[in-house]
């Protein structure tokens, strides 16, 4: 499909009611190109009054829906991981139209993010509960799993379609009805997503999307409206905190999934080569535009240098161009502020006396494009050593023995994903269980997968999505007490 034609077929209002709505307000804000800053298309732009109207849909469906039988919200959600696959150029282009991200990545997205789809559709039919007798054999005790009910998720541009599969996916399978509220930035793809999966049958209603610029009042509404039970949010630790505050009014279930300061481990004993391969995907891939990336690449002293050699080979060679473009290995930032707070933490170090060793600009011309970036000598008090980079820059301290790698690792405030690289197995083991993280890679580069519980600890969030674990954030526990069998 040509751009024109998929644009077309991208819905530019409100999903409401299993269809594309204008908003009340007649309100529309417009979709950027992040490689051009050229206006792609607008979106309706919802308000509060929409809001409450998505949730006036959500609630009258709640119950039919978690009534329909497991095999039949499994053969949905399957049928919907289908049609996604089938039309996967589509999503990827769509998405590096966007997002910005290069089409390669983007089409590891769709497969990424429509494996939730099946994975939960494999996961519907398998919610159990269990029975015991009561010890003192009064009775039995059954336990049930129910839906939770009307569900809110709040997804952030980086990943527009898979951090909308990973809640929608578990949400439908456990019979919950589901608001997303899609980063502004990035409306297109969740609203192409809502169209597909009305057209392999999910019945009106089940599924909403909101674009809106006005974030903060359409969410407060929602949740401060009892009706909704849930709320799913990926994005920064400030406004996950906020709606973690707000979520108490109504004491709703959430599910947080917020920033990370990873730590990326190599030692003298790691094998180099797996160790630059492994940071050139935790650090570059998707722009390091990823809550998982390598923010702080801790090396032992007796490889920094090699390691460091090497990483700045590979990334002064990655060619800086649209996502489109063939010949392009990274894609522009997502917009301007973004690459202004990437560029002020690498002035700052700079400027503190880090030593840039390849990159550390931002691109002149069209676009928000900024020169993917390796830079060591960070002083101890560097911002960028504390805070979520969330671009293309390698920053590279240097450390002396295991308990100092440590001690480097777990000083941050979040506790996401952590890497490290050796070949002594031993060590590897104790550093699985010392890192602070909720998930850790192990001479891996990429940890994420469906089928595993992603999540973090500290403040990088509460709850896990994807693998067995992820349907339980939308299941509430009942106990119902029978008389002796
Ligand atoms: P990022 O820094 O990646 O943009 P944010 O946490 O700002 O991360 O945004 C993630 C998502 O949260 C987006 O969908 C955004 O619109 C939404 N969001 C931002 N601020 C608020 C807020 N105060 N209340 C509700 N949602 C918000």
Request: aromatic share 6%; proline share 6%.
């Amino acid at each position: 499909m040509n751009v024109t034609d998929l644009l077309n077929s991208v819905p530019t209002g409100l999903w409401l009611h299993g269809a594309s709505a204008p908003s009340e307000s007649g309100r529309t804000f417009d979709v950027i190109n992040p490689a051009t800053g050229e206006t792609l298309m607008p979106v309706a732009n919802a308000t509060p009054a929409d809001a409450t109207a998505a949730l006036d849909a959500a609630s009258a469906v709640a119950e039919e829906w978690a009534a329909t039988a497991p095999r039949v919200r499994a053969e949905i959600l399957r049928a919907a991981f289908d049609a996604v696959t089938a039309r996967a150029d589509d999503f990827a282009l769509l998405m590096t139209l966007e997002m910005g991200k290069i089409l390669p990545e983007s089409r590891g997205e769709v497969a990424y993010g429509a494996e939730f789809l099946r994975w939960f559709s494999e996961e519907a039919v398998r919610i159990g509960g269990r029975t015991a007798t009561a010890p003192a054999g009064t009775g039995e005790i059954a336990v049930v799993k129910e839906p939770v009910g009307p569900c809110l998720a709040i997804t952030p541009w980086n990943f527009p379609l898979a951090m909308g599969t990973r809640k929608i996916g578990p949400a439908l399978a456990a019979g919950c009805t589901m608001i997303v509220k899609p980063a502004e930035d990035t409306p297109l793809t969740m609203l192409l997503l809502a169209r597909v999966f009305a057209d392999v049958g999910l019945p009106p209603g089940v599924l909403s999307v909101l674009p809106t610029l006005d974030a903060p009042t359409v969410v407060g509404r929602l949740m401060d409206d009892a009706r909704l039970r849930k709320v799913s949010f990926t994005g920064s630790t400030g406004v996950g905190k906020i709606l973690l505050a707000r979520a108490a009014n109504n004491v709703l279930r959430t599910s947080m999934e917020l920033g990370g300061s990873a730590p990326f481990l190599v030692f003298d004993d790691a094998d180099l080569d797996k160790a630059v391969d492994g940071a050139m995907l935790a650090k570059m891939r998707n722009g390091g535009e990823a809550c998982t990336a390598a923010n702080r690449i801790l090396v032992q002293n007796g490889v920094r240098e090699a390691f460091t050699a090497r990483l700045t080979e590979r990334v002064a060679a990655m060619r800086v161009g649209p996502g489109w473009e063939a010949e392009s290995a990274i894609g522009p930032i997502i917009n301007a502020r973004q690459r202004g707070s990437i560029a002020a933490l690498v002035d700052e170090a700079v400027a503190a006396g880090a030593t840039v060793r390849t990159g550390g600009s931002q691109v002149d011309g069209a676009g928000f494009f900024y020169e993917p970036t390796v830079i060591d000598g960070l002083p101890d008090g560097a911002r960028i050593r504390r805070e979520e980079i969330f671009g293309p820059v390698a920053a590279i301290v240097g450390f002396d023995t295991e308990e100092e790698a440590v001690a480097l690792a777990n000083d941050t405030e979040y506790g996401l994903a952590a890497y490290f690289f050796t070949e002594n197995v031993g060590r590897a083991q104790r550093l699985a269980r010392r890192l602070q993280a909720g998930m850790v890679g192990v001479n891996r580069g990429v940890i994420s997968d469906p089928a595993a519980p992603f999540g973090g600890i500290k403040q990088s969030g509460l709850g896990s999505e994807g693998g067995s674990e992820g349907i339980e954030e939308y299941l509430n526990t009942k106990y119902i007490a029978l008389p002796p069998g």
